[in-house]
Every structure is written in C-alpha cells, then in structure tokens.
C-alpha cells in the first residue's frame, strides 16, 4: 500500500510517500480503508519531534518507532481481528488509530490503517468522510475538558480560540448543552465562529476579554495567550478556568519540555485555587467516540474544511497548520 513515510524527526517536508506492507489487525483491531484522515497539530509535533520529551513518552528517542504519521481517521472496513464484535467490512467508521492518549505516530496517513474496536465508532450517513475524521482527536480532547455541569441552559460560556480544532468543537458542544457562548478568535475566523453557532464573537486583535466587563460561568482557554490571574477576572464568584493549552508549533514553549512545566503549575494551582480545574477527567476512549458520534449525527457537530489534500503532500498539508493560519480543519485524502 502507498503511506506517508517518516525516517527522522524535523521539517514535515522531509516526509515521504512510500510502497509499505499493508497491515495485519490484531484480535481487538480493526482495519480500515483510509478515506480521510485529519491533519492537527498533535502529528505535527510528532513528525517535528517537539518538545524533546514527547521522544521519552512512546514516539522513539532517535526516530519514530511507527513510521507512518496521523492518528485520526475515517474510512471504511476492509478487516477485522477475531475478538472484534461491532464491525465488519464494509461498515464505514471514524475514529482514533491511537489506544488511550498518546503522543506518537498511528499510522493513518496511509491507504490502509489498523485502530482498535474501542477507538472507532460507525460514521453517520450525513457526514462526509473528511469532516469524520477531523473529528477524534480534538472531539476527544474537548470533551475531557469541559465540565458538564457548566454547558447547562444560563450558562455563560467564553471560548479562546474557538475556531480552531479543539475550540471549534467545545463551542458546538456548549452550544448544544444550551449555554450562551462567546467566542474569541482572530479577525479572519468571526464568520467562521458564528457559523458554528457563537452567540457572541470577540476579535482578540481588537479587544481584551479579560479586560472588559462582562463574566463567564467557564472560560475554555485553547491557545493559552493570557495569565491565568487575567482570565479569573473574567470569571464570576463561582466560575472555572480550564486550560487546554496550545504549544503555538514549538513558539511558545521550550524545545525539551514544551508546555509541560506550565500545566505543572496549573495543576499545583488547582490544589489551592477553587476556579481553576480540569475537565471530564478519566472517559474512556469507546465512550467519547460513541458521544461524538451520536453529536455529529444530530448535527450538533459540524466540522468545517479548510483544505484537503492527497498523500503525496502531507509536508505541504501540515506547513499550511503551522503557518496558514487555515479556516477549518485540513484533512489528506488517501
């Protein structure tokens, strides 16, 4: 089969496209006809090798131990493993090729993949194979974020960067739990916010929203570009910050250790600081996957594309995510 090819970490425009072995399902594995697969900013930083410490957590220290990059993907069924009861070829799927969380190659840029049955879920008919699979990856992210106790009818809800991967997806599920959403992003993605259904939109080149005068219940912080006391501001007496956090491609953090030492902070802070806290926490991948499945087919969800392109410039796909500033996701095409 063709698959993106990595030998070494660095430029995204040292990828290849290669002549592999198709893979072999495990018992608990599926194996799927890659149709789309999402390209964010999670692969990105595998293919760059950036922070150093990502190397130390599963991806290789020299190289990458799996060579074929991407994690996400949709597509349809073209084998199953034994112990696999909830496919069977021909079913189309979406989902994550990655088991928990993980910080490594997957293998989906490529015509065939292999992802475990608990990471996979039935692609609804009305969704197209490229807005499926930009989906696993940030859809699970967001939804370990976010408290659902805040997303409630009255809720006040500010979105940073909630136009991006992540944020795009938070603002549609607050929105579909009833909250008032306000989203922040920059001045090129305000239609795009209200699109996806913002109530609000606030262009952060223009105005501060830690500065201004109204408060929000949750305040979902995607790039990270405030101090954590500015954001608090923001919030009313009982309100929660949550930080997902956004290394900006190596340019707001350290090369060896990224962002990690600033969720160390935030999580000390969390000890002592009632409003700051973390999301949904442990939720198991086959859950996640069923809930966002059951949110794309009510049309709660409704990923937007950027741009697509094939295998074959996967380097050229990833340097427009890091520099293209694109509206929408990017997804390759296989």
Same mark, same amino acid.
């Given at each position: ?27 608990? $594995? *599926?194996?799927?006809?890659? /149709? ?16 150093? !410490?990502? /190397? ?35 079913? $189309?799927?979406?989902?994550?090729? !990655? ?24 692609? @609804?008919?009305? +969704?197209?194979? =490229? ?15 976010? @408290?659902?106790?805040?997303? =409630? ?12 991967? *992540?944020?795009?997806? +938070? ?7 009833? =909250? ?26 223009? #105005? ?8 929000? #219940?949750?305040?979902?912080? +995607?790039?990270?570009?405030? @101090? ?11 309100? *929660? ?29 969390? !000890?002592?600081?009632?409003? +700051? ?8 991948? =086959? $859950?996640?996957? $069923? ?44």
């Amino acid at each position: 089969m063709r698959a993106v090819v990595q030998d070494r970490y660095g430029d995204p425009e040292g990828l290849r496209v290669a002549e592999i072995d198709r893979p072999v399902p495990a018992r608990d $594995e *599926v194996l799927v006809r890659v /149709r789309a697969a999402s390209v964010h900013p999670d692969v990105w930083h595998v293919v760059s090798g950036r922070p150093y !410490l990502l /190397r130390l957590m599963g991806s290789g220290v020299r190289r990458p131990s799996c060579p074929v990059p991407g994690t996400d993907l949709a597509g349809v069924v073209a084998a199953v493993g034994a112990g696999v009861t909830r496919f069977r070829p021909g079913d $189309e799927v979406f989902g994550e090729t !990655l088991r928990g969380q993980a910080w490594r190659n997957g293998g989906s840029f490529a015509e065939y993949a292999r992802a475990p049955e608990s990471g996979l879920a039935g692609k @609804p008919g009305g +969704v197209s194979f =490229a807005q499926a699979a930009a989906v696993p990856t940030a859809g699970y992210i967001a939804l370990l974020n976010l @408290p659902a106790d805040r997303v =409630a009818p009255g809720r006040r809800v500010l979105v940073n960067g909630a136009a991006g991967g *992540v944020g795009a997806i +938070v603002l549609q599920l607050a929105k579909a739990g009833g =909250a008032h959403v306000t989203g922040v992003d920059h001045t090129g993605k305000q239609d795009l916010m209200r699109r996806l259904g913002a109530d609000r939109v606030v262009d952060y080149t223009r #105005d501060d929203f830690t500065r201004g005068t109204s408060r929000y #219940d949750l305040i979902v912080d +995607v790039p990270g570009n405030h @101090p954590v006391s500015a954001c608090r501001r923001a919030l009313t007496p009982d309100g *929660v910050y949550v930080l997902i956090g956004h290394d900006h491609f190596g340019r707001a953090g350290r090369r060896w250790l990224g962002s990690v030492p600033r969720f160390g902070r935030l999580m000390l802070m969390s !000890l002592f600081v009632r409003q +700051v806290r973390g999301g949904a926490g442990g939720l198991a991948k =086959a $859950e996640a996957m $069923e809930t966002l499945r059951a949110h794309l087919e009510a049309g709660h969800l409704a990923p937007v594309i950027d741009r697509t392109y094939p295998l074959d410039q996967a380097g050229a796909a990833l340097r427009h995510l890091a520099d293209g500033e694109p509206v929408g996701r990017i997804v390759l095409t296989a």
